[in-house]
């Protein structure tokens, strides 16, 4: 089992800058892949950007070169840099962990992210 604690959330004023955290029960980076998703109120969950072990990154088009989204593997820690925020950034934000195999899929409990225009 693996918990995901998720922070960082709240409420920015357009072209603003926030950072969110998840940090994992225990040291998984390995073996899962790491990723941010958010859901707006009406919408479907969407994937905003992933880590795999190997480090390599990748994002939604929609927040290419504004998002950024890194690991601390001392911390069991991944984040997710936003800058240049949009209204249309407004959402629910949740760090996931996915085995490799897809055998294992956890989710934090989410953060608001509020932009206001």
């Known amino acids: 089992q693996v918990q995901l604690v998720e922070s960082g959330g709240g409420l920015v004023q357009a072209g603003g800058s926030l950072r969110l955290s998840c940090a994992a029960s225990?040291?998984?980076?390995?073996?899962?892949?790491m990723g941010w998703y958010r859901q707006a109120p009406g919408k479907e969950r969407e994937l905003v950007a992933t880590?795999?072990?190997?480090?390599?990154?990748n994002y939604a088009d929609s927040v290419k070169d504004r998002f950024t989204i890194s690991r601390d593997n001392a911390r069991n820690t991944v984040y997710l840099q936003m800058n240049n925020l949009k209204p249309e950034d407004t959402a629910v934000y949740y760090c996931?962990?996915?085995?490799?195999?897809?055998?294992?899929?956890?989710w934090g409990q989410g953060t608001q992210v509020t932009v206001s225009s």
């Open positions: 225990r040291s998984i980076f390995g073996t899962y892949t």
């Open positions: 996931n962990a996915r085995r490799f195999d897809r055998a294992y899929d956890y």
């Open positions: 880590i795999v072990s190997v480090g390599i990154t």
